[in-house]
């Protein structure tokens, strides 16, 4: 028969067990979340959220062959990417992390869809991994339309090629040359028969950038490519390719879109009225122009933004800075004269060369929002 146990000692044991129970309980309450696990996602349209504010979509709509990627706590690798697709024409598939909507799939908490009158800033960053045996391009899109729509194709598509590998380029054909957000660009423009297209090829590969989507959206809107009534539905980062594609990554991705401010002047509602007049010779040329705030909040800060036509170069200006000298400009106020008041106006003007038929741009905007002229 077996003696019975001590009372102490069982009371001593069962103290001790409850506080080890009581131990690991508070371990628990109190340990940080847990990482996300890495997600692998090889079905054609599949996706997955990260940081509970972005969705990583594997996007392959353009071949047959299998194409996996794995979504991280901070962005997406591509691990397999069969097949090929010929460089003269679509590429794969568009791997990519992104804020907004597409086709109906939302990111968590976007304010996406947005009226881009009411956007004042939309700062945004992106980092990549590049590979070289592959042909791709790594781009950053931008989605416009004339409405807040969260499915289907949107009107116009602006693409920033931060990278690219292989005898590919962009929809159309090249129009010029730019200085957006601080940096030089090849700009190309043209359609792929549902959308208008306004690609930024950078010169050199970039790694790692941040900037203001909004910088790019008003090249659009004094192209004559969106309206500033019109709606961001969705900014996106990821890959193009053509040929292989495994080990591209988009180690970092990070976006918001700040409502609280604006461009001036209502949905709809022109901004400012430009007065654009020239003095025309042989060769060469003087345009002295006029923007007048016609909104009812002043503008801080102004830049107007045109296009200079084909075979016009500035030569000089006063009165306000006017960057690149040629293709799509920007004059920016100084700091005599950089506040426009409500109903308010200011002059500046510059002097250039021609080539062929003189013309005056077709198109102003100012901070984004379109212009009247006379």
Known sequence: MRPSQHPARAARGLLGALLTALLALTALLTAGPAAQADTAICEQYGSTTIQ?????QNNRWGTSEAQCITATDTGFRITQADGSAATNGAPKSYPSVYNGCHYTNCSPGTGLPARLSTISTAPTSVSYTYVSNAVYDAAYDI???PTPRTDGVNRTEIMIWFNKVGPVQPVGSQVGTATVAGRQWQVWSGGNGSNDVLSFVAPSAIGSWGFDVMDFVRQAVARGLARNDWYLTSVQAGFEPWQNGAGLAVTAFSSTVDTSGGTP?????????????????PGGFTADVTVANTAATPVDGWRLAF??????RVTGAWNAGVAPSSGAVTATGLDHNAQLPPGGQVTFGFQGTYGGTFAAPAAFSLNGASCTTT
């Open 52 to 56: 509970g504010r972005y969705v990583v």
């Open 265 to 281: 002047g209502g949905p709809g509602t022109p901004a400012c009225r430009v007065t654009y007049a020239t003095n025309v010779w």
């Open 307 to 312: 296009t200079l036509p084909a075979g016009q």
């Open 143 to 145: 989605w416009l339309d």
